[in-house]
């Protein structure tokens, strides 16, 4: 990038911090786009020229360059999970804590405001397809590998493990409930040799 890019980035990034952290403070609903413009010290039409709308600034994701960076410096023949794990411990672990914070948050309004993850469903963001792209290259594997397909199913179901333990309260990260998630899963598939107990009459 160059400087003015940069910049731009930084600004949009400051931006989303100001108002991750009204959302977090006041309520998503209650937090209006003069509040985060009057928080960040910008006008109305400096915000709109960042983000289009409120929604976008929850859908603005400022992790996913460095989690390429980290799967890129992965050595070569590093076990997959292992390698998942690997990126997701080292690219939420480069943040600060109130950046880790409102990163949880984010991701948090992501799943629970319903505007949002609509727009996520269209997007089908975090699709297998979506996961099984970046899989497959990975592994010198097409994406449409059957073995690829399941891997990043098995991917997405640790996801959704990892959110029916926040939205229960049985977890306060859904970063380390997930990074433990795909931990139980190096030893294999949980409960796949389990005998099916038959119930008694």
Not at 5 to 23: I, V
Not at 79 to 86: D, G, K
């Amino acid at each position: 990038m160059g400087l003015r890019e940069r910049k731009k980035e930084r600004t949009r990034a400051e931006l989303q911090r100001h108002a991750l952290r009204l959302f977090r403070d006041h309520g998503y609903a209650e937090t209006t786009v003069d509040d985060i413009a009057a928080a960040a010290e910008v006008s109305r039409s400096t915000f709109f020229r960042y983000f289009g709308t409120k929604e976008d600034v929850v859908l603005f994701d400022d992790v996913d360059p460095v989690m390429e960076r980290v799967m890129a410096a992965v050595p070569a023949g590093t076990p997959l999970l292992e390698a998942v794990r690997t990126v997701l411990r080292e690219s939420f672990g480069s943040l600060d804590d109130e950046a880790r914070a409102l990163e949880e948050v984010r991701m948090e309004l992501a799943r629970t405001v319903p505007a949002i993850a609509t727009i996520l469903r269209e997007r089908n963001a975090f699709g297998v397809e979506q996961v099984a792209a970046m899989v497959g290259p990975a592994t010198g594997r097409e994406p449409e590998d059957p073995e690829v397909l399941l891997f990043s199913a098995v991917v997405l179901g640790a996801r959704q493990a990892a959110r029916a333990r926040m939205d229960a309260g049985r977890a306060t990260s859904y970063v380390d409930e997930l990074d433990a998630m795909l931990g139980r899963l190096e030893g294999g598939v949980p409960l796949a040799g389990e005998p099916v107990r038959g119930h008694s009459s």
